[in-house]
């Protein structure tokens, strides 16, 4: 007997309903995360995505070298968002 069995025996539940359940709390966590380090980013330089973020750089309202790390972060990170987001629909 799995651990999954064994904790879905236990609370009376269907083990594809208890791993499901699982994967689905697990993802609203990391999206949750994502989502905080996509604010700090942003109110950081007072923009809402990675895209105004280039265009302020682009305008000369934000320094390109201040900026240059955050950028390539607050990309990634939306990036993983969409797919954390894509995810979840399937679950």
Do not use: C, W
Not at 35 to 61: M, R, T
Request: aromatic content about 10%; hydrophobic content about 40%.
């Amino acid at each position: 007997m799995t651990v999954i069995d064994m904790i879905a025996k236990e609370f009376h539940l269907n083990p594809d309903e208890l791993l499901r359940e699982s994967m689905r709390t697990y993802l609203h966590q990391k999206l949750a995360k994502i989502e905080a380090d996509i604010f700090l980013i942003a109110k950081k330089y007072g923009v809402k995505d990675v895209f105004e973020l280039d265009s302020k750089a682009k305008e000369g309202f934000i320094s390109e070298e201040d900026a240059y790390d955050d950028y390539f972060v607050l990309d990634n990170l939306e990036a993983e968002r969409e797919k954390v987001k894509k995810l979840l629909e399937k679950v």
